[in-house]
């Protein structure tokens, strides 16, 4: 049996869960190859830190060897940081070996180029574990981008900040306290602000936007805001009209452009986010004639992120080019902006309100249920400038009474 030669670039959570996963499962492997699949070298970055490596695989600190070995078809890459990852890749790409990366903040940057270089080289790219772990979440847009056209995707995309907001909310404790939770969990890393500021979650969200939409917003136009904001005390009073905070990524076709978002909003128990609590992911893809699937599972951890490398290996083997991987079928939604919507604004003075915004009810000291646009919203920020406001996502079953309840001084 012809033999598929791998190298695993990085060692640590994910290089060393591939690196088992090819060992446990090989015979399903060459069953579906046809081929056995040998893990050939592994690159590390610190030669002392001991490792369980079998003494025949190649272990090295340089790269230019991995580079320069006899049969090499498959590189996993698993380290950190764009660099030098994003070169590595480059170089692999065009020496013809496939690619598979798991590396989000790199791919969010230059996974285009990368894209483009596999397709003139012949070559294919996997980045399957770069979005929501171990959630199959590329390889079911490639399979529904055949026919559907997506409209709109959202997710939860962070595990850490989902820990840490089902943790203020369950134990009523502060940020602070569930942040240090998720770290002595290993859930967040000593440095949280990739997590907890919402970086992770962009990035994960501008690679979606390319494979689903074919472009990105630009950046800097993205509203971005992570969950260091959101206090447990303002969490309770959601809480007494049915209400969830979540950290949520969306993503939406208006036709001309595409919009995105990551940051905190409000769900009901119809929301189909309202139960993914944890360290838990989950997608929900609404396109034109399957409407919405939701896809739920770990975004991180060892053997998941081994679980979306190891089909991403089976997928690169199996497919001649990149180009299958840059599918691009959309349909379009009205501009979001002008939608109306509820909304929980906190900070709100009600007697100085437009007469655009409907108060619905207010449900703490400042805090009110409105009804209102995003502009419309917008507008009220430039009068009212210390108010902050929560989209109330989904099918909202207010368990609000009427407008005549909202004491309007
Ligand atoms: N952890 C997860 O669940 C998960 C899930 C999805 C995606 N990812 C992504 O996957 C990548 C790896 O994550 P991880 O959790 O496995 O990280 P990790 O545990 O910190 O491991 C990183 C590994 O990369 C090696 N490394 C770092 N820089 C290197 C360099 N310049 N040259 C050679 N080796 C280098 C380190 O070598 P030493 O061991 O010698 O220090 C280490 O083995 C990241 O980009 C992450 O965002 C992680």
Same mark, same amino acid.
């Given at each position: 049996? !012809? /033999?598929?030669?791998?190298?695993?670039?990085?060692?640590?959570? $994910?290089?060393?869960?591939v690196y088992r996963t090819i060992q446990s499962h090989s015979d399903e492997l060459s069953a579906v190859l046809g081929k056995k699949v040998e893990v050939a070298a592994i690159l590390i970055k610190n030669k002392d830190r001991k490792r369980n490596i079998h003494d025949e695989v190649?272990?090295?600190?340089?790269?230019?060897?991995?580079?320069?070995?006899?049969?090499? +078809?498959?590189?996993?890459?698993?380290?950190?940081?764009?660099?030098?990852?994003?070169?590595?890749?480059?170089?692999?790409?065009?020496?013809?070996?496939? $690619?598979?990366?798991?590396?989000?903040?790199?791919?969010?940057?230059?996974?285009?180029?990368?894209?483009?270089?596999?397709?003139?080289? !012949?070559?294919?790219?996997?980045?399957?574990?770069?979005?929501?772990?171990?959630?199959?979440?590329?390889?079911? &847009?490639?399979?529904?981008?055949?026919?559907?056209?997506?409209?709109?995707?959202?997710?939860?995309?962070?595990?850490?900040?989902?820990?840490i907001l089902t943790e203020m909310r369950e134990k009523k404790q502060s940020f602070e306290e569930s942040l240090l939770q998720a770290q002595e969990n290993g859930y967040a890393e000593a440095n949280p602000t990739n997590d907890v500021e919402g970086f992770d979650a962009f990035y994960?969200?501008?690679?979606?936007?390319?494979?689903?939409?074919?472009?990105?917003?630009?950046?800097?136009?993205?509203?971005?805001?992570?969950?260091?904001?959101?206090?447990?005390?303002?969490?309770?009073?959601?809480?007494?009209?049915? &209400?969830?905070?979540?950290?949520?990524?969306?993503?939406?076709?208006?036709?001309?452009?595409?919009?995105?978002?990551?940051?905190?909003?409000?769900?009901?128990?119809?929301?189909?986010?309202?139960?993914?609590?944890? /360290?838990?992911?989950?997608?929900?893809?609404?396109? +034109? &004639?399957?409407?919405r699937i939701t896809l739920q599972g770990p975004g991180a951890g060892m053997f998941p992120t081994a679980s979306a490398v190891i089909e991403d290996l089976v997928y690169v083997c199996q497919s001649s080019s990149s180009k299958k991987l840059t599918v691009k079928t959309s349909s379009?939604?009205?501009?979001?902006?002008?939608?109306?919507?509820?909304?929980?604004?906190?900070?709100?003075?009600?007697?100085?309100?437009?007469?655009?915004?409907?108060?619905?009810?207010?449900?703490?000291?400042?805090?009110?249920?409105?009804?209102?646009?995003? +502009? +419309?919203?917008?507008?009220?920020?430039?009068?009212?400038?210390?108010?902050?406001?929560?989209?109330?996502?989904?099918?909202?079953?207010?368990?609000?009474?009427?407008?005549?309840? $909202?004491?309007?001084?």
């Amino acid at each position: 049996m !012809s /033999v598929i030669k791998v190298a695993i670039l990085g060692f640590g959570t $994910v290089g060393e869960g591939v690196y088992r996963t090819i060992q446990s499962h090989s015979d399903e492997l060459s069953a579906v190859l046809g081929k056995k699949v040998e893990v050939a070298a592994i690159l590390i970055k610190n030669k002392d830190r001991k490792r369980n490596i079998h003494d025949e695989v190649f272990v090295t600190t340089n790269f230019e060897e991995i580079l320069q070995l006899p049969q090499l +078809d498959v590189v996993v890459e698993a380290i950190v940081d764009k660099e030098p990852a994003f070169t590595y890749l480059k170089n692999v790409i065009q020496r013809g070996c496939h $690619v598979i990366t798991a590396n989000k903040e790199m791919f969010a940057h230059h996974g285009k180029e990368l894209l483009e270089l596999a397709e003139k080289n !012949s070559v294919s790219v996997g980045f399957e574990a770069t979005v929501a772990g171990g959630i199959p979440v590329i390889q079911t &847009l490639r399979q529904l981008l055949k026919i559907n056209r997506v409209q709109q995707i959202e997710g939860i995309l962070n595990g850490t900040s989902n820990f840490i907001l089902t943790e203020m909310r369950e134990k009523k404790q502060s940020f602070e306290e569930s942040l240090l939770q998720a770290q002595e969990n290993g859930y967040a890393e000593a440095n949280p602000t990739n997590d907890v500021e919402g970086f992770d979650a962009f990035y994960k969200t501008m690679i979606l936007s390319q494979i689903a939409f074919g472009v990105e917003p630009e950046w800097d136009e993205v509203e971005r805001e992570g969950i260091t904001s959101i206090t447990s005390e303002l969490m309770e009073t959601a809480g007494k009209i049915g &209400l969830k905070f979540k950290h949520i990524a969306s993503l939406i076709n208006e036709g001309n452009q595409v919009k995105a978002s990551v940051k905190p909003v409000l769900v009901g128990s119809e929301h189909p986010f309202y139960h993914v609590e944890g /360290v838990e992911n989950a997608v929900a893809v609404h396109s +034109d &004639l399957v409407g919405r699937i939701t896809l739920q599972g770990p975004g991180a951890g060892m053997f998941p992120t081994a679980s979306a490398v190891i089909e991403d290996l089976v997928y690169v083997c199996q497919s001649s080019s990149s180009k299958k991987l840059t599918v691009k079928t959309s349909s379009v939604l009205p501009n979001q902006h002008k939608k109306i919507k509820y909304w929980l604004v906190q900070g709100l003075i009600p007697h100085n309100c437009p007469p655009f915004i409907s108060l619905e009810e207010e449900i703490g000291e400042g805090i009110f249920v409105v009804k209102a646009s995003k +502009d +419309d919203l917008n507008h009220l920020e430039k009068q009212q400038t210390a108010i902050r406001y929560f989209s109330i996502e989904g099918e909202f079953q207010s368990k609000i009474v009427s407008k005549e309840s $909202v004491t309007v001084n």
